[in-house]
């Protein structure tokens, strides 16, 4: 008798802690390909690509090394479809007395997990998900008896526990944060580096024309598939960016170009998600980087605070508040998603590129997401949910865990300012300044009103308004509110009738 180790799709690390205390010569590790998995959102076509050729990768270095892998492939015609029913064939096909699985990143599949125990009158033994800096009880501690959570002071424990970029009890450089030196626009003529191609293997091949011929229904195109599906790629990946990207990665963090979705971003979020690179390894490596002199502070510090800070906080917030959290709706946003999310046809040549970018590569980047389709949908008042479905499905990176958070909290301030002091919305303004997308745009990024009017500046001050009940009293936005009180009445409601009548006028 032996353990059956269960390791999900996100879990491709060989030092996860299902696999700890492993005894070849007993257990069996079981990976399965599940239509469950595949269909619970319609998945970008990239996104089941990377994830299915990632598990098969995994498996077969499991294997090499003399480990018994019980691998249910998507068309094995035996495949039940979910999780639960795989596990329970794998107990008929092996002489097992307990079940090893490390916690799962999504609420929804810890829950089916923790009836496998009942069902299968079976121990089931859920372990920790070490790969993280702070494990779920650690970040329950720190937000135990706060009232508001800031990411902030959060990281800046997590730096004093990591010591990365830290001098005895100091931050390096006296600052913990430097955030105000990431926010330039790129300069004309700026070259940003270009990006290695991982030529698909046999493996990705097939795996390529499984999706092609099983999800061709589903949003995005395979084209341009280009994510590591090993270790050994996203190692590789690492050390470009690290040479390439990291030392401007903090400068142009914020800023925007079309025709350029990657600026200097890591694109390392799928590998560090699947599991194919530790954010320790990444931090520490991004540190070295500093330390040699190859990169400035600003750069590795932001770059730092993103994994350190921002991806631990808003895992823990994720499952501090779930099942609750995702159902939430302070602003009462209630519309339909438009249809241009999944066509990307829009008169709006912001939004065009972004969903033309995530389209094509599964990708766009931070400022993409947030000030972009993020701000949008916040000020057109989207039902949370619904947005939150889009996101989930259309980035390589997407996992509940971290996706909620950033949709739900960051981008639509639908938990009411659990996450953020106050909401991410923005006019015309902030997009013309940091991109060189209003140039080409039929609207006109100048105009408050009219019909040529940049939809962002009228939503943006209709959103205000709309929503003056829940947001008025917050005093960052006192300023936006003050300049409100000096309209008069027939402005407002102009403002207001020009915003609804745009967004009654997008096909849902
Ligand atoms: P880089 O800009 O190079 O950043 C480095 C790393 O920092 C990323 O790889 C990522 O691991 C981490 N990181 C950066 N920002 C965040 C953040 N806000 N939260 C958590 N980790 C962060 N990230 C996901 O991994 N999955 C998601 O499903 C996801 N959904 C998002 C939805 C919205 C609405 C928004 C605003 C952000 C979302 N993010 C998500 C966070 C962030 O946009 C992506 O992590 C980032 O764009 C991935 O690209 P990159 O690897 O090039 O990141
Ligand atoms: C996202 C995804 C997809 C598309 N397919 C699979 C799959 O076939 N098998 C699997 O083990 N995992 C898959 N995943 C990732 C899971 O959804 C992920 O492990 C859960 O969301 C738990 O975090
Ligand atoms: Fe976007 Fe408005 Fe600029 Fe057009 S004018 S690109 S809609 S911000």
Same mark, same amino acid.
């Given at each position: 008798m032996g353990a059956l180790r269960v390791i999900l799709g996100d879990q491709l690390s060989r030092d996860i802690a299902a696999l700890d205390g492993l005894d070849a010569a007993r257990d069996a590790v079981l990976m399965m390909e599940v239509a469950e998995e595949t269909a619970y959102v319609p998945h970008h076509k990239q996104k089941i690509a990377l994830i299915l050729s990632a598990m098969r990768h995994f498996a077969d270095d499991l294997r090499a090394e003399g480990i018994r892998v019980d691998y249910v492939a !998507? &068309? &094995?015609? #035996?495949?039940? *479809?979910?999780f639960t029913a795989e596990v329970r064939r794998a107990l008929q096909r092996h002489r097992i007395d307990r079940i090893v699985v490390t916690e799962p990143g999504e609420w929804r599949v810890l829950a089916a997990l923790r009836d496998w125990a009942a069902l299968f009158d079976c121990p089931v033994e859920i372990r920790d998900d070490t790969r993280f800096f702070a494990s779920r009880a650690r970040f329950v501690r720190w937000a135990a008896g706060r009232k508001s959570f800031r990411m902030e002071y959060f990281y800046r424990e997590m730096r004093r526990e990591s *010591? !990365? !970029?830290?001098q005895g009890d100091a931050p390096v450089g006296g600052q913990w944060n430097f955030d105000a030196q990431n926010r330039r626009r790129l300069p004309r003529g700026h070259i940003v580096p270009s990006r290695r191609r991982f030529s698909p293997d046999a493996i990705t091949a097939e795996v390529l024309a499984l999706v092609e011929r099983r999800f061709a229904g589903h949003f995005g195109s395979l084209a341009d598939f280009n994510w590591p599906v090993t270790r050994d790629q996203a190692q590789q990946a690492l050390e470009d960016f690290i040479t390439d990207a990291l030392p401007l990665f903090g400068d142009y963090q914020d800023a925007m170009r079309g025709g350029e979705p990657f600026m200097h971003h890591s694109l390392l979020a799928p590998s560090l998600n699947i599991g194919l690179l530790t954010p320790r390894e990444v931090c520490a490596r991004a540190e070295a980087a500093f330390r040699a002199g190859h990169a400035p502070l600003n750069a590795v510090e932001g770059f730092i605070r993103q994994i350190l800070g921002w991806r631990e906080y808003v895992r823990g917030l994720y499952w501090l508040r779930m099942p609750d959290y995702a159902a939430f709706n302070m602003l009462e946003a209630q519309r339909p998603l438009p249809a241009f999310y999944w066509s990307g046809e829009t008169p709006m040549a912001c939004l065009r590129h972004a969903i033309a970018d995530t389209h094509r590569h599964a990708y766009s980047h931070h400022i993409q997401r947030l000030m972009l389709t993020g701000n949008f949908a916040l000020l057109a008042g989207i039902r949370p949910q619904a947005v939150c479905d889009w996101y989930l499905a259309v980035y #390589? &990176?997407?996992?509940e865990w971290v996706e909620l958070p950033n949709t739900l909290g960051m981008a639509l301030f639908a938990d009411g300012g659990l996450l953020a002091s106050k909401p991410y919305a923005a006019s015309g303004a902030y997009i013309d300044r940091m991109s060189d997308f209003c140039g080409s745009c039929a609207y006109d990024v100048k105009q408050k009103s009219g019909p040529r009017a940049c939809p962002f500046n009228r939503l943006y001050w209709a959103f205000l308004i709309r929503n003056r009940r829940h947001l008025a009293g917050n005093p960052r936005l006192a300023m936006p509110y003050r300049q409100i009180a000096a309209m008069d009445a027939t402005r407002q409601s102009t403002l207001l009738r020009e915003a609804e009548d745009f967004l009654d006028g997008l096909e849902a």
């Open positions: !998507l &068309d &094995d015609p #035996a495949n039940t *479809g979910s *010591g !990365l !970029l830290m #390589a &990176d997407a996992f």
